[in-house]
């Protein structure tokens, strides 16, 4: 069973930086995918980025790629979101998410068994 926690959120300004993290805890190996999600009020939760543990696979949504990258770090257990040229439209709570993979990465939140339990990000001037 996996355990995660993020942090990082946080109120930025328009084109202003963020850096995302998730601490897994549990039975993590190569083959599990790590994603993140995000929720604005009144909408979907949105694939934003996923990546398996050993960082063979990346897959980033059209509407953020170019901006933010996902990243792993296996010694800390950590899977990373870096946001970067942030916009308001990028104001969400965001959730990080891990499942047991054997091929593609899934980009659905159907895709993934835990969930961590969010974190606000606000790009706001």
């Known amino acids: 069973q996996v355990q995660l926690v993020e942090s990082g959120g946080g109120l930025v300004q328009p084109g202003g930086s963020l850096r995302l993290s998730c601490l897994a805890s549990?039975?993590?190996?190569?083959?599990?995918?790590m994603g993140w999600f995000r929720q604005a009020p009144g909408k979907e939760r949105e694939f934003v980025a996923g990546i398996n543990w050993s960082g063979v696979s990346r897959n980033h949504a059209d509407s953020v790629k170019g901006r933010f990258t996902i990243s792993t770090d296996n010694i800390k257990n950590t899977v990373y979101l870096q946001m970067n040229s942030l916009k308001p439209e990028d104001t969400a709570v965001y959730y990080c998410a891990a499942n047991k993979v054997w091929g593609v990465l899934p980009i659905t939140a159907y895709g993934y068994a835990y969930w961590g339990q969010g974190t606000q990000v606000t790009v706001s001037s």
């Open positions: 549990g039975r993590t190996s190569s083959n599990y995918a």
